[in-house]
């Protein structure tokens, strides 16, 4: 079939058997030890968690649906006269776990296109915003107002059955995703006065329109910049903030908009997807303080007043990943391409390295390299799109593909309200006093 729910239709049932067989087989059997420091830790390590659409590895970095990021390019429908995959695919892959065909990926672009107006009173919350609210902030806004259209809201106040709940769930993140670029945009262009917003074109595919509703619609390069960040921003497994809210809000049958609202606020943060702007602006106080062609002593120097004041080096270090993010490698290869000679891409490309040397003798990241923020904001800049406050919408349009077909099979397979057990450190202490 073209339609992906058809296809999703299809495959649920053998994947409501096949949870069943793994729980009747592997349910019981113990998966790790856990430890006192995990729970005061950040949880790091403990396994949680179910989500289907990727699995990071620490060394290797993502896999979507087993995929590599270079195999996802390679396979991948795109655009035509592209080269980049389409954002489009990427969400067929992570639902259904198979690689579209071209056919499927054309019909996904165009139901995306039908469902991207919002309504009224959306735009009307969008334009009473102060311009000095954060890019962020007016997103989770928009995207929780949504809520007053859920098709799962309204299903479940008129009692639709448990076996029923991924229908809407379905709808409801479809309408999500497709009316990301219009409120993306208006926010890109109400904050930084870029005029009045064009309309979505329903033969272009959904970064092309993107592009067009920020205003870069004929840059060709910036188009295909989109496609490869949409893609690869997409989904980084379960564990991460705005994944893991936007699956433990769900969990509640808070509909999609709800929680991928939440999973914004997460998103928001410096340590997690703000992280791009952070970058973005550190470049840029570095080369007001030494310079455009500082010398590696001088550009040490700067990481080091930065760590020395007690703050962070951003797009450094990560939860997970001890290698260089995979993410970054493929937009150091986009950049490659197309920006080689660009003055912000070589300040990318010499502060990596010398960071992780100094990150390893400051001693204390576990994981001295570059994560995917590091390298975003300079694409995005080269292409003119300088307001580094907007990088994380961008980053935030992108994660709602892999939050939303999280949230469908969580309502397809029954999944549980998630409620995992606390302790205070007065009961660690009782639970090990004579231990
Ligand atoms: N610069 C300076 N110190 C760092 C860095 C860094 N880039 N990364 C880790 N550390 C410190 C960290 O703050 C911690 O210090 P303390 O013991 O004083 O609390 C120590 O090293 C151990 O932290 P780790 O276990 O290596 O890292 P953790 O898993 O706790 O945190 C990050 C992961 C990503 C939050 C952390 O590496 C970081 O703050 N990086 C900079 C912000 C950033 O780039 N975030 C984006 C991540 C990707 N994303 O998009 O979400
Ligand atoms: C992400 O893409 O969510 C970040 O790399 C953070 C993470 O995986 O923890």
């Known amino acids: 079939s073209v339609s992906l729910k058809e296809r999703l239709a299809e495959l649920i049932p053998a994947e409501i058997e096949n949870v069943k067989a793994t729980r009747a087989e592997h349910g019981k059997k113990a998966f790790g030890p856990v430890v006192v420091d995990q729970l005061y830790g950040g949880m790091r390590g403990l396994p949680a968690l179910i989500w ?5 590895d620490a060394e290797e970095g993502i896999r979507f649906r087993g995929k590599t990021i270079p195999e996802c390019q390679a396979l991948l429908p795109k655009a035509p006269g592209g080269s980049e995959p389409l954002p489009e ?9 198979e690689v579209p065909t071209q056919e499927q990926v054309t019909e996904l672009s165009k139901d995306w296109a039908a469902r991207s107006a919002i309504p009224e009173f959306v735009e009307e919350i969008l334009d009473r915003c102060p311009p000095t609210l954060h890019p962020m902030s ?30 809407p769930t379905f709808e409801d993140s479809m309408d999500l995703i497709a009316k990301l670029p219009n409120i993306a945009g208006r926010i890109y262009r109400n904050v930084f006065g870029q005029g009045k917003l064009p309309a979505i074109d329903p033969s272009k595919d959904y970064s092309h329109n993107l592009a067009t509703l920020l205003g870069f619609g004929e840059n060709h390069g910036f188009v295909e910049l989109l496609r490869l960040y949409l893609t690869i921003h997409s989904d980084h497994e379960g564990g991460n903030v705005s994944a893991h809210t936007g699956k433990l809000v769900g969990s509640a049958l808070s509909d999609p908009f709800l929680a991928y609202g939440a999973a914004l606020n997460g998103l928001a943060g410096p340590l997690h997807g703000l992280a791009n702007q952070e970058v973005l602006i550190w470049l840029r106080k570095m080369q007001a303080k030494i310079g455009e062609d500082a010398s590696d002593e001088a550009v040490k120097e700067y990481i080091w007043s930065t760590l020395k004041a007690g703050q962070v080096v951003p797009g450094y270090g990560h939860a997970v990943l001890r290698k260089t993010d995979p993410r970054y490698t493929a937009q150091r290869e986009f950049a490659l391409k197309h920006l080689p000679e660009d003055k912000l891409f070589k300040l990318v490309g010499q502060i990596y390295n010398l960071v ?14 570059p994560n995917v923020d590091a390298h975003s904001g300079v694409l995005l800049t080269y292409y003119g799109l300088d307001q580094m406050q907007f990088y994380t919408v961008l980053f935030g349009v992108s994660r709602a593909f892999g939050v939303a077909a999280q949230l469908i099979w969580d309502r397809a397979l029954g999944a549980p309200l998630e409620r995992p057990k606390s302790y205070s450190t007065a009961a660690i202490q009782k639970i090990f006093k004579d231990k």
């Open 89 to 97: 695919a990427l969400f067929w892959l992570l639902v259904t776990g």
């Open 356 to 369: 992780p040397d100094i990150l390893l003798e400051a001693g204390k990241a576990k994981n001295p390299w």
């Open 52 to 56: 289907d659409g990727s699995v990071l």
């Open 138 to 167: 007016q997103f989770s806004l928009a995207v929780t107002a949504l809520n007053h259209d859920s098709a799962f809201a309204k299903a479940y106040q008129a009692g639709v059955s448990k076996k029923e709940y991924w229908g």
